[in-house]
């Protein structure tokens, strides 16, 4: 089985995508798409090698995939097998050689990628992975402290796209000004309707406390000097270098 194949029968088992097969000049195009918004999320195309800059006559066979992540597509064209997306240069399209040159499980990985990155927005939401975020608390307006102190999983304000299985770290304001808590995302979407005129809510998630930090493990002078984090306003991903910091 060749890896255009092994690509398509992927994409049948994992999607549940059938091939599309749309110009009578190219009978070999495979065009992979969401049902939803029709959208292209892969092509999977025989090209000549020398469009390509390979040597040899013939053709070889490509897959077009899209990612999210303009510097990361820079990244990968540096790389053997990868390419400008052929015919498709606009919006971070990168074509994979399909001859062994980058391993099949790679190849699924970037597949998954354009899946995710073209989907609809609801589908979208749904498929991404876990995400990590840095959330503010502010005692004058909640005691939160309190709050984890008779029970460890609490309702709270629920920011924009934060789903169930993430991760949140609550930032307490000043006094504290501090990271204190990790906690994991149990329960988004809960109807929740409130408005005084300082703090408005329209859903609320639950939140399991997982670990508490001490105040001066994370204050928000180490958050800007080490981590280029110089407010928290509302909910933000969490950098990397902090990330592991935090789970250290």
Known sequence: ?????KVLDFSKEQYGTEPEYLWARYPD?????HAENRKWYGIVMNV????????????????????????LADV?????????????????WVSVLLDGTVPFEEICGWLNESYVTTAPRA??????PPKEWLVPANPKYYDVEAAFAGSDEI???????????????????????????????????IPYRYD???????????????????????????????????????????PHSLSEALKA
């Open 1 to 5: 089985m060749t890896l255009r194949d």
């Open 29 to 33: 195009y495979a065009v992979l798409r």
């Open 48 to 71: 000549p090698k020398k469009s390509l800059g390979l040597r040899g006559d013939g053709t070889a066979d490509v897959l077009n995939v899209k990612l999210a992540d303009p510097f």
């Open 76 to 92: 990968l064209v540096a790389k053997p097998g990868y390419f400008r997306g052929y015919h498709i240069r606009r919006g971070n």
């Open 123 to 128: 589908k979208k939401q749904k498929l991404r």
């Open 155 to 189: 309702n709270w304000k629920q920011g924009a796209g934060i789903r169930k299985g993430d991760t949140v770290y609550l930032y307490v304001a000043s006094p504290v000004s501090a990271i204190l808590y990790r906690c994991d995302v149990t329960e988004t979407d």
């Open 196 to 238: 005084d005129g300082k703090v408005r809510m329209k859903a609320l998630m639950k939140i399991r406390l997982t670990k508490r930090y001490p105040p001066d493990a994370f204050p928000f002078a180490l958050l800007g000097k080490e981590y280029g984090i110089f407010a928290v306003r509302g909910p933000r991903g969490v």
